[in-house]
Every structure is written in structure tokens, then in C-alpha cells.
Antibody, heavy 121, light 107 residues
Framework: EVQLVETGGGLIQPGGSLRLSCAASGFTVSSNYMSWVRQAPGKGLEWVSVIYSGGSTYYADSVKGRFTISRDNSKNTLYLQMNSLRAEDTAVYYC???????????????WGKGTTVTVSS | DIQMTQSPSSLSASVGDRVTITCRASQSISSYLNWYQQKPGKAPKLLIYAASSLQSGVPSRFSGSGSGTDFTLTISSLQPEDFATYYCQQSYSTPPTFGPGTKVDIK
């Protein structure tokens, strides 16, 4: 079964760091593009970061320079290292598998259940 | 960044109704448009990709259309399990941006 399970969320003080993990099963993380998407309480979806199969990474302007996406192929796991956390980073963080068609239409077809990050003193 | 808008922001409908949700991009995105459904406390679920391709396992009452800047998601006959929030998302350029969502609730 294709599955994603996020862990690592919690309550953290402003300025602190947290690392989220997303363990994949049923497919190979390194063969797909993988994204992190977050959702602040009562708000919509916000894309955070992506890592492509070739290793290229991209970030939303709101997290650039503070967050780092990476993967461990041996563990088939995706990570999001979050530093200098702010109150506005409070959200449910989802990891999602990306898929692409022959004509380069990209979409996120498998999502984890999410992990909650709360940044508060 | 490409801005996505959706209308309406919310709607009330009855089981069996035909429902149409509109999504508009701030610039042409060809057919690089996806639709997701999200129920409270749950992860988003992919419904439609490439504007009109139905994701495997998604009921055929869901359909998508459009290209360029204007897109629609149609539910031909609303079912009880369809009450949720629906998001469009462009994949034409990075960052991939989402619309603000359309909440569909029971009339």
C-alpha cells in the first residue's frame, strides 16, 4: 500500500527548530518529486517546499533561508528542517508525493495525514 | 507568483444538486490545473489533474474543464460524502499556488 506518515510535530518556542519526517511505503521517495504543504488553523493550503527526483529543491518565499527539505534514500524518508520558527509557521504540515504525466502535468497524488506544528511561547 | 481565485467561497446545496465551482488564474496556465477535496481534519485528496483528467478511484460525477485562465469543477449529482472544501492548484510554475477554497455544505 502506498502510504506517507509524518512525524516530528509539536509545540516549539519562537526562534526554535524542529525537524519533520515523512516515512514513505509502497514507493521510492527518490524516484518521485516530494512536497511539503501546510495549513494554518482555519486557513487554506500553502505550498512550502519541493524536492525533485534529481535533487533540485525549491521553497516558498515565506520559508526560504529558514527551512530545508531533504531526503534519506536508505530510509525512504523525506524531511523538513525548520529553523528560526515564527508564530506564523503554526500549521498542520503535510507531505505529498508528486506525479507527472507524459506532458509534464504535475500533481500531488498521495498525501500523509499531517503533523501539527505549534509555535508559541 | 500566479494568483488563484475561486468562486464562490462557499455554497449550500442539497443531495442530488449539480454543483459548479470556478477557479481563475492571474495568467494563462494552459491546462496545468488540479483540484483537491478536503474534509475537516483530513488530508487533501486529489480529484482532477491536468484540468480534466479524473484521478483513479474518483467517482465519475466529478469532472473538470477549462484552459488558459478559467476552470470549473462540476459535481453532477451531489452526494452526502461530497460535503467538503475544494481547492484548485496551478502546477504551471513554481511556486505551485492554491486557490482559497470553496466550502460546500448542506442546505
Amino acid at each position: 500500500e502506498v502510504q506517507l506518515v509524518e512525524t516530528g510535530g509539536g509545540l516549539i518556542q519562537p526562534g526554535g527548530s524542529l525537524r519533520l519526517s515523512c516515512a514513505a511505503s509502497g514507493f521510492t521517495v527518490s524516484s518521485n518529486y516530494m512536497s511539503w504543504v501546510r495549513q494554518a488553523p482555519g486557513k487554506g493550503l500553502e505550498w512550502v517546499s519541493v524536492i525533485y527526483s534529481g535533487g533540485s529543491t525549491y521553497y516558498a518565499d515565506s520559508v526560504k533561508g529558514r527551512f530545508t527539505i531533504s531526503r534519506d534514500n536508505s530510509k525512504n524518508t523525506l524531511y523538513l528542517q525548520m529553523n528560526s520558527l515564527r508564530a506564523e509557521d503554526t500549521a498542520v504540515y503535510y507531505c505529498a508525493r508528486g506525479a507527472v504525466t507524459d506532458y509534464y502535468y504535475y500533481y500531488m497524488d498521495v498525501w500523509g495525514k499531517g503533523t501539527t506544528v505549534t509555535v508559541s511561547s | 507568483d500566479i494568483q488563484m481565485t475561486q468562486s464562490p467561497s462557499s455554497l449550500s446545496a442539497s443531495v442530488g444538486d449539480r454543483v459548479t465551482i470556478t477557479c481563475r488564474a492571474s495568467q494563462s496556465i494552459s491546462s496545468y490545473l488540479n483540484w483537491y477535496q478536503q474534509k475537516p481534519g483530513k488530508a487533501p485528496k486529489l480529484l482532477i489533474y491536468a484540468a480534466s483528467s479524473l484521478q483513479s478511484g474518483v467517482p465519475s460525477r466529478f469532472s473538470g474543464s477549462g484552459s488558459g485562465t478559467d476552470f470549473t469543477l462540476t459535481i453532477s449529482s451531489l452526494q452526502p460524502e461530497d460535503f467538503a472544501t475544494y481547492y484548485c492548484q496551478q502546477s504551471y510554475s513554481t511556486p505551485p499556488t492554491f486557490g482559497p477554497g470553496t466550502k460546500v455544505d448542506i442546505k
